[in-house]
């Protein structure tokens, strides 16, 4: 059995591992705020549509 094929040394390095900046992190994080945001609104919207749609009807 011979397990030190399946081990690989880099994976204990902590200089191979690189961080997203701090920037970065905070303008993903406000993307990912307007698409929910983008998508509660347009939910919102085609409810509001639908139910003026039926109550409208002949």
């Given at each position: 059995m011979?397990?030190?094929?399946c ?16 920037v ?9 705020a307007l ?24």
């Amino acid at each position: 059995m011979n397990d030190r094929r399946c081990f690989d040394p880099r994976s204990l390095d902590g200089r191979q591992r690189r961080r997203m900046p701090v920037v970065a992190q905070i303008v993903s994080g406000l993307l990912t705020a307007l698409v929910m945001v983008l998508l509660l609104l347009a939910i919102t919207a085609a409810g509001w549509a639908i139910l003026y749609l039926i109550h409208t009807a002949p």
